[in-house]
């Protein structure tokens, strides 16, 4: 392979040829061999949305060339159309402020803008240079926090919400499909009083949307920017009403209602916006888990186990036992959880490393975190895909499993006394008969009272009849 001289502050180093990044960007993937976690993509394309407002707001308070501006802008837009995503290749494990990656986007605009400019990169000056130009009135440490948070919601907006949404959607079409069956409930894993099958899944829905509620009102506080704070929150070398000016930009690139940072010191030095809202993905995700171990509970089976539900059969569950089929969408969903859990303990202790003005775990705060918001998102709409829309329930089932259950004796309570209703449930239980048999045989309840005290269906509550 052949090789170009790029030159930085620290002497010349080789590049391939074939790439558009620089000697900082090489010299990155030689010293942070570390894992194979790349940077996201979306960090990539939200400090390119940045470089792009910067330019425009550089070029309006007129520190940078209309030419440049226009060129910076247009490698930008080809950044963002996906065309050069292999020539970011640095990891994660790199410096804590991001520096490598903030470089290698500079790098790629400034050697693309030479190739649109004179048609191949030669030597080692530019027309655009990557710190003068694409880098003008910025700093890693406002453009790489400003990054994380616009990749952050770009990807809940798009992504996540309406994965959640749709969750919602179908979970509301299933509870008014089943909202007239009738189930025994639960609690302590034990028989309890009787519920719809469609109140058991509107407690999933409101769960969900709960969760909605709580990332939405965690965003307006996250679409803070400290752009315009450059190295340490002070505004060093940036031309007046830049970060304004770089914010309008960024609002109208994105469509998305970025605000500047009332202190620019507090969002570069900590990241606690990012925790909260992890910390939302983590409540979410143990809403998920719930739902999801409900449904393979409420699945078990299909002749040995609870029964009620009947999940659709994906694929084969056994290499050994023909014929087996299992709750893998629930298992997956339950994997994901426990993931976006873990993840939420890693932003936790990265966000505690914010040291006097900079914070140095940036990279695994917002690696960590889109990690979650896309396991989320994916794994939502695999379940409400391949699970819950094909949900069906047993309804010989429920109704045995209703017969048999001892705690309907629980609407006798009001008529008879708890003490004497107790009697009939252990009475029914030691003799294996049903309550009505129970009741009778003691002689503490008529047939016909029985008949019009106990009704499963009235016991669901007054909305159902």
């Known amino acids: 392979m052949g090789y170009r001289i790029e030159k930085d502050s620290l002497g010349e180093v ?43 707001s550089n070029c309006d308070c007129g520190v940078l060339p209309v030419e440049k501006k226009q060129l910076i802008a247009a490698c930008c837009d080809e950044i963002l159309e996906g065309k050069w995503d292999e020539h970011f290749p640095l990891l994660i494990w790199q410096t804590g402020s991001g520096t490598q990656t903030n470089m290698n986007v500079n790098e790629v605009i400034a050697n693309r803008a030479e190739m649109i400019k004179n048609g191949e990169i030669v030597g080692t000056e530019r027309f655009i240079h990557p710190n003068d130009d694409v880098n003008r009135s910025q700093s890693t440490n406002d453009v790489f926090p400003s990054a994380m948070r616009i990749a952050a919601i770009s990807s809940i907006v798009h992504q996540l919400l309406p994965a959640l949404d749709g969750l919602c959607e179908i ?11 009738v189930q025994i409930g639960r609690t302590h894993l034990m028989d309890a009083t009787p519920l719809t099958v469609g109140q058991t899944l509107s407690g999933y829905c409101s769960q969900i949307e709960h969760d909605i509620d709580a990332i939405r009102s965690l965003m307006p506080q996250l679409m803070e920017l400290p752009i315009g704070g450059t190295a340490v929150g002070t505004g060093l070398n940036t031309p007046d009403n830049y970060d304004v000016t770089v914010i309008k930009y960024l609002c109208k690139f994105t469509k998305l209602p970025f605000t500047l940072s009332a202190n620019k010191f507090e969002a570069m030095s900590s990241h606690d916006s990012l925790v909260a809202m992890s910390g939302a993905l983590k409540r979410t995700a143990v809403s998920l ?49 426990a993931q976006v859990i873990g993840n939420d303990s890693a932003i936790a202790i990265g966000a505690m490393q914010g040291h006097l003005q900079l914070n140095v775990f940036m ?103």
Not at 294 to 313: N, T, V
Not at 414 to 424: C, E, L, S, T, V
Not at 442 to 452: K, N
Request: glycine share 6%; with cysteine.
């Open 14 to 56: 080789k590049v391939p040829i074939d790439k558009l990044w620089g000697a900082q960007t090489e010299r990155a993937v030689h010293h942070f061999a570390i894992g194979n976690e790349i940077m996201p993509i979306a960090v990539i394309y939200a400090i390119a949305q940045i470089k792009k407002a910067a330019a425009c």
């Open 171 to 181: 979970l509301k079409i299933k509870q008014k499909e089943f909202a007239e069956v």
């Open 289 to 337: 888990m719930k739902i999801a171990n409900d449904f393979r509970l409420l699945g078990s089976g299909p002749r040995s186990g609870i029964g009620e539900f009947i999940l659709p059969a994906n694929e084969p569950g056994s290499s050994i036992m023909p014929g087996k089929v299992n709750p893998t969408q629930c298992e997956a969903l339950a994997m994901v959880c």
């Open 363 to 465: 990279p695994l705060i917002i690696y960590n975190l889109l990690n979650s918001i896309y396991l989320l998102s994916d794994a939502v709409n695999s379940f409400h895909k391949f699970c819950v829309q094909g949900l069906e329930v047993n309804k010989e089932r429920l109704q045995t499993n209703l017969n048999q259950s001892l705690m309907l004796v629980t609407a006798l309570n009001p008529h008879i006394g708890y003490a004497n209703a107790a009697k009939i449930a252990q009475y029914a239980y030691a003799n294996n008969l049903t309550l009505k048999s129970a009741a009778l045989q003691l002689g503490l309840v008529s047939e016909e009272d029985y008949d019009r005290w106990v009704n499963p269906k009235k016991m669901c509550g007054k909305n159902i009849d």
